[in-house]
Structures are given as C-alpha cells and as structure tokens.
C-alpha cells in the first residue's frame, strides 16, 4: 500500500524546514542500504515532525520505545531543554549500534542515552517523569506500554504512537494480529478520558495523545 503519492511528498518535503542536517540523510542511506526493514525508518517528513513537536514542547525527558537505527531520536532531541535527557530502548544489539554510531556523530550522545533489552523491565528502573513519550516498539505491546508508561507522564505531557494505521488493516479491522492490536489500542486511547487524542494519517499513522 502506498502512503502517499510521490509528488505529494516531495512537493512536501521542499516546503518543509525544521532540522537541517546532513547527518540525517547519510543515515537514511545508510538504513537503506545496510539494515533488514529500512521502512522501519521515521524518513525526512516525520522526523521533521517529530523535531517541530519537541521543539515546541521544549521537554526535558524524552522516552522513546523503538531506536532503530537512532533517526527518530536524533530529531526528537533536538528540543530538548539544556540539560535534558532522551532515553531510547530497543532489544536490537545489531540497528542499535547503528544507532550508537550516528548519534555520537550528530553530537548529540551528551543527551541521549540509549538502553538494550526489554521495554518493559527497563522503563520502571528509570524512575523519570516524562514530558514527551515516542512509542515505535512492537506494535502487540502498544496497550501494555501505554497503561505502563501514562501515570508517569507530566501532566501536559505528550505521547506519539507511531503505525497506528498499519497500512490501513487497523481502520479496516483485519484480524491480522498487529492490526488487531493496533486497533484495540487506538480504542482504548479514544475512550480515556486522561488524554485528549487525534489520529494523524501522516505516513502510517500517528496518534497524538496530550495528558490532561
């Protein structure tokens, strides 16, 4: 399924200008080229997103659940308060040390500080209080993150749910098991009265949640 049509984004993309970096389009290629699942990749006009949100949040604890090969991450630090920290968690040792690597030449490993293993052991030992949450793991988990991850999110606080839509299976209730997970939690978001929500249909999906 195709997300967008490619005049549309490149149109986009050349009226789009929060965070210009070279580093980013090294890394791409990189993704591209080198790494199993290169779509996995947030790409230029989320990562531009992602960096307009942090930067208009201005957090000074960011949560990420998903490094990959470090894109997303690099982006959302960039709003970061002096001082402030991203903590991103992936179980992938092999995309992490792609990770590892770029954010180290971004010159941002001041600020980000990458953890390897399971989300779910690792978030209750950092004993942090969130500003801005990005959520790009397993996809099945999104429910189980969500109800770990929200009473520790500041008040004001924002999380993004990135692939809610799943190439559209969520929307068209496929039983598939993720769009099926995917689904439930886009539901269950919906009806949380702590939150207030809105689902973008950027790229795969977005789902933006403000804590009340």
Request: aromatic share 8%; charged share 25%.
């Given at each position: 399924?195709?997300?967008?049509?490619?005049?549309?984004?490149?149109?986009?993309?050349?009226?789009?200008?929060?965070?210009?970096?070279?580093?980013?389009?090294?890394?791409?290629?990189?993704?591209?080229?080198?790494?199993?699942?290169?779509?996995?990749?947030?790409?230029?006009?989320?990562?531009?997103?992602?960096?307009?949100?942090?930067?208009?949040?201005?957090?000074?604890?960011?949560?990420?659940?998903?490094?990959?090969?470090?894109?997303?991450?690099?982006?959302?630090?960039?709003g970061?308060?002096?001082?402030g920290k991203?903590?991103?968690i992936d179980?992938?040792?092999?995309?992490?040390?792609?990770?590892?690597?770029?954010i180290?030449?971004?010159?941002?490993?001041?600020?980000?500080?990458?953890?390897?293993?399971?989300?779910?052991?690792?978030?209750?030992?950092?004993?942090?209080?969130?500003?801005?949450?990005?959520?790009d793991?397993?996809?099945?988990?999104?429910?189980?993150?969500?109800?770990?991850?929200?009473?520790?999110?500041?008040?004001?606080?924002?999380?993004?749910?990135?692939n809610?839509?799943?190439?559209?299976?969520?929307?068209?209730?496929?039983?598939?098991?993720?769009?099926?997970?995917?689904?439930?939690?886009?539901?269950?978001?919906?009806?949380?009265?702590?939150?207030?929500?809105?689902?973008?249909?950027?790229?795969?999906?977005?789902?933006?949640?403000?804590?009340?």
């Amino acid at each position: 399924m195709k997300l967008i049509e490619e005049y549309i984004e490149k149109y986009s993309k050349e009226h789009t200008r929060v965070y210009d970096a070279d580093l980013l389009l090294e890394l791409e290629r990189k993704t591209h080229l080198e790494v199993m699942r290169p779509q996995m990749l947030s790409g230029y006009l989320q990562g531009q997103f992602l960096s307009f949100l942090s930067q208009m949040k201005c957090p000074d604890r960011i949560l990420e659940l998903g490094t990959y090969t470090g894109y997303s991450a690099i982006c959302l630090s960039i709003g970061l308060q002096k001082g402030g920290k991203l903590h991103t968690i992936d179980i992938n040792t092999e995309t992490s040390e792609v990770a590892s690597e770029y954010i180290q030449k971004s010159d941002r490993g001041d600020c980000i500080i990458q953890h390897i293993g399971e989300a779910m052991s690792i978030i209750p030992e950092l004993k942090e209080q969130w500003d801005l949450v990005f959520l790009d793991a397993d996809k099945i988990n999104y429910s189980k993150y969500y109800d770990l991850i929200l009473p520790d999110v500041k008040p004001g606080g924002l999380i993004i749910a990135d692939n809610v839509l799943w190439n559209g299976a969520a929307a068209k209730g496929n039983p598939e098991k993720r769009a099926k997970a995917l689904a439930a939690f886009n539901k269950k978001v919906t009806s949380d009265n702590r939150v207030k929500n809105i689902l973008l249909p950027l790229r795969d999906g977005l789902m933006l949640m403000l804590k009340k």
